[in-house]
């Protein structure tokens, strides 16, 4: 079967791998992958970037950990059935596990999807069915397809811990960022800003049309986020991936403010100590998303709470991956969506 494989460490990636046919183990289901997002992650891992060079260890992997799949055999699931599938799992009995934390679990890493275990971007996959979540027949393909990136953004605004924010910014108006702010604004606050730079320009459009404010940063970007925010921030979300963006959003924060850093930077980010220590700021990781955040996410798109269809972006056939990973490396507006079978 066609698969997407990063096969050796180092950049590169083989669009067009043959792979025999995976076989499930007990407790696993066969699965379709019907559509699978293409994100900031998967570009990590086919350049190496450093926080993904521990991946070595897995190598070969197919890559695609935002699946949406329908089970071909499975023994609790039905045939024909559409789901999705926890990117990142656990041991399943530790604390963090039954806690719904399984994103947390030490074992976690070696069974992250796409990454340590094969993923979506083939003709079929294998998954333990207790890595299934059902989709409610409702909710159309493109949208149930955005659900891992979204049950990251419901991961993200839970992680932030103050009270009831009154200003919030988010960072990036990339589809993680933009999904953030959906969910941000739920919590009602005053202000809620997505910031892109000059380069967003479509992306920003994107969100000004889901009904969000936008600003632009620039070089004097700390005084137009205040200014449009009308003070500073009290929770920052960084989900640009950009460095300078990080240090940007700790300057922005109000005293006692968070800055949430969701999705991983290529480089290491780095603290001003005296800002950070005399305004009593709180920097927070969020990472992936636990069960309850994927049911939580399944919730809004069925309720329709939050619709996330005009986030789905251009959808591209298996055999033309490199196309779907280029367009995503340009930037392009909404989710890249990967069409495996049909
Ligand atoms: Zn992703
Ligand atoms: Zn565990």
Request: proline share 6%; charged share 25%; aromatic share 4%.
């Amino acid at each position: 079967m066609l698969a997407v494989v990063k096969e050796h460490p180092g950049p590169g990636l083989s669009y067009d791998a043959e792979l025999p046919v995976p076989s499930p183990a007990a407790g696993e289901a066969l699965l379709k992958p019907l559509l699978v997002g293409i994100c900031g992650t998967d570009l990590h891992i086919e350049s190496w970037a450093e926080p993904y060079r521990d991946l070595e260890a897995y190598l070969p992997t197919v890559l695609g950990h935002e699946v949406l799949a329908e089970v071909v055999e499975g023994e609790r699931s039905s045939a024909g059935e559409r789901c999705v599938a926890l990117s990142v799992y656990g041991c399943g009995r530790c604390e963090l596990c039954r806690s719904g934390r399984s994103q947390l679990c030490p074992d976690a890493r070696k069974e992250s999807l796409g990454m340590a275990r094969d993923g979506g971007l083939a003709e079929l996959m294998t998954l333990p069915e207790d890595r299934l979540l059902a989709v409610p027949q409702t909710v159309p393909d493109e949208v149930a397809a955005l659900c891992e990136p979204f049950a990251t953004a419901v991961r993200a605004v839970r992680t932030a811990k103050g009270g009831k924010p009154t200003r919030i910014a988010v960072l990036g108006p990339g589809a993680i960022g933009l999904m953030v702010a959906l969910v941000a604004a739920r919590l009602n606050p005053e202000r809620l800003v997505v910031v892109g730079t000059e380069s967003d320009g479509d992306r920003l459009n994107l969100a000004e049309d889901l009904g969000l404010r936008t600003v632009v940063s620039g070089t004097d970007g700390t005084d137009a986020l205040s200014d449009s925010l009308g003070g500073p921030a009290d929770v920052i979300f960084e989900a640009s991936g950009s460095v300078r963006a990080f240090e940007e959003g700790l300057q922005a924060l109000g005293p006692g403010g968070e800055l949430v850093v969701v999705g991983m930077h290529g480089e290491p980010l780095a603290v001003p100590s005296g800002g950070f220590v005399r305004r009593e700021l709180r920097l927070s990781g969020s990472y992936a998303a636990g069960r309850r955040d994927w049911e939580e996410a399944i919730r809004l798109v069925q309720s329709e709470e939050v619709d996330l269809r005009p986030l789905a972006g251009s959808v591209f056939g298996l055999d033309e991956a490199r196309s779907a990973f280029r367009a995503t490396e340009a930037g392009v507006t909404g989710r890249t969506l990967v069409r495996c079978a049909s």
